[in-house]
């Protein structure tokens, strides 16, 4: 199964930008459905993007337009562009991966169960 690792996060200033990157080391990143979500320090999380087999991708409501899921096969590297954050935006974030359907894959779904990765914080201020 997968085995995902982050990077990327940091402390940025609001306005800015920011890229995460998801690397699996273990096998089958091309064969799950993929995606990030986000857990505040007062452990609420949600959804923030997916994207299956196929390339479509799905993103919450908070970050349409400003947020950017994409992934690379041959690296097995999954991204989040973010741009511009804003201080709502500070999290820890997980990459999130899981053999669903396309049509069950989505980022609250992926963040209620599947492999997920130990995170990367964001801070905006």
């Known amino acids: 199964h997968v085995q995902l690792v982050e990077s990327g996060g940091g402390l940025v200033q609001s306005g800015g930008s920011l890229r995460l990157s998801c690397t699996d080391f273990?096998?089958?990143?091309?064969?799950?459905?993929m995606g990030w979500f986000r857990q505040t320090p007062e452990n609420e999380r949600a959804g923030v993007a997916s994207?299956?087999?196929?390339?479509?991708?799905t993103y919450g409501d908070s970050v349409k337009g400003r947020f950017t899921i994409s992934k690379d096969v041959t690296t097995s590297t999954l991204y989040l562009d973010m741009d511009p954050l804003n201080p709502s935006d500070t999290a820890k974030y997980h990459c999130?991966?899981?053999?669903?359907?396309?049509?069950?894959?989505?980022?609250?779904?992926?963040?209620?169960?599947?492999?997920w990765g130990q995170g990367t914080q964001v801070t905006v201020s």
């Open positions: 994207i299956d087999l196929s390339g479509a991708t």
């Open positions: 273990g096998r089958g990143f091309e064969h799950y459905c």
């Open positions: 999130a991966a899981d053999r669903r359907p396309p049509q069950l894959c989505n980022g609250p779904l992926l963040a209620k169960s599947g492999f």
